[in-house]
């Protein structure tokens, strides 16, 4: 099966600095740090490619290269201006590692201009690659980046143009069509047969590293059995990456772990009860997950009641499902289903069943064994039955085109093939009258499909929310799971609400519904945890100061909702830290087409935030002592550095160690502190271990006014600890500790040549 999305080239990770916390597709990174980008990268390639030194189990694509980050509306058209400082020492330090140390057999150039020209035709990106770093892997494009370059950025005019210059940019493979018109570029001279055959050797080399044109018999990686896909030790290492990712960000008198035991627990909130929002985006469909309200019912005592409300309408949503109460076919509950295998409803159905509502994410799956996973359509039949009289939003969320008709008549239709929308009417309901309803669904080219239809009573916000207070009443303790979604932020999205734009947000405070919410439940003065789920930070200052307990749990998977138990329960002690800075307004930050990095990201923002970069609670307290440091160095010498870490709590836990250095003398601007090192450790109550770092010349030198990374001598201060070092009250996390030094560089200014 060679299919779209079938094949053994993975486009990821995506290695981009999330310079920004409104950047949309942020939650596909691994933070705003470069050195934590590059560590976390090069792991993520070798996991990918394997370790054969023939074959490739698969091939990784580092992307988008570079200088990439939003904003999403803008990412066809935008001319990101970087300085050389800024390039060498935040873009571009994650893909040098990727490239250099893991070898990473793809990279995908990015939509937007760098300083003026287009990423996949850009000469500096193309040099640094080939010359400096002497990538030996292929370049693609992401997808429709080369029309960008004549259509959107009007760099050249015509297509032909647009093409030879990616090919000599060293884009060696297009993703879309445009590469077809290299014939007549040829021809017309814009670009030679002995550059193009460069691009197919690239091409060519990684499909024999593959092993396609060998017998299977010689491929290591040809012999996996698909049982060893969702296997039991998958599952294991998903729970555990989503427990270790969790960040308790308060936990006040001990107000967590809650007791199993528990008389009676609300569980509210619109990501409560949402698989989606386990995932994020460029997700597989699981086999199974749990959602939070899952894990909490699961870990709870058979005598706990537990209580669930969605409290509200997700955030951008002014519907839900239409429930299979108000469904019919015939006197019986659903609607009928003809499902065919082809796009346009033709024939006999493959499958005829009775569908108890239309609520489907079949993702890349099919709907059921006889129908196609792609090109396939639907026709449901049936009544549709409202509670309540009243003016209704009546619509349809899919990712196809669709036709619904309403006693034989065409209510609404949409027959555009985009990514997943919204489409909805009002329509006036009388209560307990049966309307006749047929819906009409083709799955289209987006390979990941969706049916729902969907609508919202009247009355339907206020009762979701009375819903809520009164079971929050009824509680001993309320667990509110709130924050943001996949339907909200990410890529390039048809999204303008309140606080959201294009993927992107224009503001970093929770939905104000949320909020208002949160303050309402806490005034009945019930114990509240706020559970915060989402792919970027967020401005929970009420919360901050007001709110006993708080969680930041991310898009956490499959088992998010089992971790997220475990945490609250007290089946895992939470070491997660902050891969970027919890800011306290988007006041704090520079304008977000700004790409300078000064006022960016913890390493440049000189101001106060809620959170800081590397926060993160424990249930156990850890304390920091003996640190040793090589006090004086040569320029172009090693550094070495340990500390002992003890575990001074009454539970075992893991502790994330850091070390920061920060430059004293540097003649240039420089990062107030960068992180050079990190480790996890697992303590037992009152054990101590030793951590051990060494600091490369490197992580010691600048970039100099001339674009040249050197090593000057002077000062640098090192701290080691759980925490990064200089923060107060909320922003200074209790339960770690830190100690500091510092060490001096003598003799004269050496240059590191990048090549």
Not at 58 to 86: C, L, M, Q
Request: with cysteine.
């Amino acid at each position: 099966d060679f299919g779209r999305y079938k094949g053994l080239t993975f486009w990821s990770p995506n290695i981009n600095i999330f310079r920004d916390p409104r950047w949309g597709r942020g939650q596909e990174t691994w933070g705003e740090d470069p050195y934590l980008t590059g560590k976390l990268g090069m792991a993520f390639v070798r996991g990918l490619q394997g370790n054969d030194p023939k074959y490739y189990k698969v091939i990784s694509t580092a992307k988008h290269y570079a200088v990439h980050s939003g904003p999403e509306p803008e990412r066809h058209t935008f001319d990101a201006v970087s300085s050389e400082r800024d390039l060498r020492e935040t873009y571009l330090p994650a893909f040098r590692d990727l490239i250099i140390e893991s070898k990473v057999a793809g990279v995908m150039c990015a939509y937007n201009r760098l300083n003026g020209q287009p990423a996949c035709a850009s000469d500096k990106l193309r040099d640094i690659l080939l010359k400096e770093w002497n990538f030996k892997g292929h370049v693609v494009s992401d997808c429709g980046a080369i029309d960008d370059i004549y259509i959107r950025h009007k760099y050249v005019p015509t297509l032909e143009q647009a093409s030879a210059l990616g090919i000599k940019g060293a884009t060696d493979l297009s993703c879309g069509n445009e590469y077809k018109s290299l014939v007549q570029a040829v021809k017309s001279g814009l670009v030679t047969e002995a550059e193009i055959d460069r691009s197919v050797k690239n091409l060519m080399r990684m499909r024999f590293q593959l092993g396609m044109f060998d017998p299977p018999e010689m491929v290591k990686y040809a012999h996996i059995p698909f049982s060893q896909n969702d296997t039991s030790e998958h599952h294991a290492l998903s729970l555990r990456a989503a427990r270790e990712s969790i960040v308790m960000l308060k936990n006040a008198n001990g107000t967590l772990p809650l007791k199993k035991d528990i008389k009676t627990i609300a569980v509210i909130g619109p990501n409560a009860n949402d698989k989606d929002v386990l995932l994020g985006n460029y997700n597989g469909q699981p086999s199974v997950s749990f959602t939070a309200l899952d894990g909490i019912k699961n870990k709870v005592s058979p005598q706990t009641n537990v209580l669930y409300s969605q409290g509200m309408f997700p955030t951008g949503v002014v519907f839900q499902p239409v429930d299979a109460s108000a469904l019919s076919n015939n006197s019986s509950p659903g609607l009928k289903a003809e499902y065919f295998n082809n796009g346009e409803l033709k024939g006999d159905p493959v499958v005829v069943r009775t569908d108890a509502r239309v609520d489907f994410n079949w993702g890349p799956q099919s709907p059921a064994k006889e129908i196609n996973a792609d090109n396939f359509s639907v026709r449901w039949t049936g009544k549709l039955t409202a509670s309540e009289t009243g003016n209704y939003m009546l619509g349809w969320r899919s990712n196809g085109p669709v036709r619904i008709y309403v006693d034989g008549l065409l209510y609404l239709e949409e027959t555009k093939n985009k990514r997943t929308r919204n489409v909805l009417k009002n329509f006036d309901f009388t209560a307990g009258r049966s309307y006749d309803i047929k819906i009409e669904y083709q799955e289209n080219a987006n390979h990941f499909a969706s049916a729902k239809l969907v609508w919202a009573a009247p009355t339907e916000q206020a009762q979701l929310r009375n819903d809520a207070i009164e079971k929050a009443k009824q509680s001993d303790a309320v667990v509110m799971v709130m924050g943001l979604s996949p339907s909200i932020e990410g890529e390039e999205m048809d999204v303008n609400i309140e606080g959201f734009k294009g993927g992107d947000r224009t503001d970093i405070v929770l939905p104000k519904p949320q909020e208002q919410l949160i303050k309402d439940i806490q005034a009945l003065g019930k114990p509240v945890i706020l559970v915060l789920m989402g792919g970027s930070a967020l401005a929970v200052n009420w919360s901050s100061e007001n709110t006993p307990a708080i969680l930041q749990t991310w898009y956490p998977g499959q088992f998010g909702g089992t971790a997220i138990a475990d945490v609250l329960f007290g089946d895992y002690n939470p070491a997660g830290r902050l891969p970027v800075t919890f800011y306290k307004s988007v006041e704090q930050l520079p304008p977000f087409d700004d790409y300078k990095m000064e006022g960016h990201t913890y390493r440049y923002f000189r101001g106060e935030p809620l959170y800081p970069f590397g926060y993160g609670l424990s249930y156990s307290k850890f304390e920091y002592s003996d640190l040793k440091i090589d006090r004086s160095v040569k320029a172009g010498a090693n550094v070495r550095v340990s500390a002992v870490v003890q575990n001074t709590g009454l539970v075992a836990g893991d502790e994330v160690v850091q070390m920061y250095i920060a430059d004293r003398d540097a003649s240039v601007p420089v990062a107030i502190r960068s992180l050079a090192g990190f480790s996890r450790l697992d303590l037992k109550p009152g054990q101590k271990r030793k951590v051990s770092f060494t600091i490369s010349p490197r992580q010691m030198s600048v970039i100099d006014n001339d674009g040249k990374r050197i090593i000057e001598p002077g000062e640098f201060v090192v701290s080691v600890g759980g925490k990064q070092p200089g923060f107060s009250g909320i922003a200074d996390a209790k339960t770690t500790g830190i100690v500091t030094g510092a060490f001096r560089v003598t003799g004269h200014m050496i240059e590191i040549r990048e090549k």
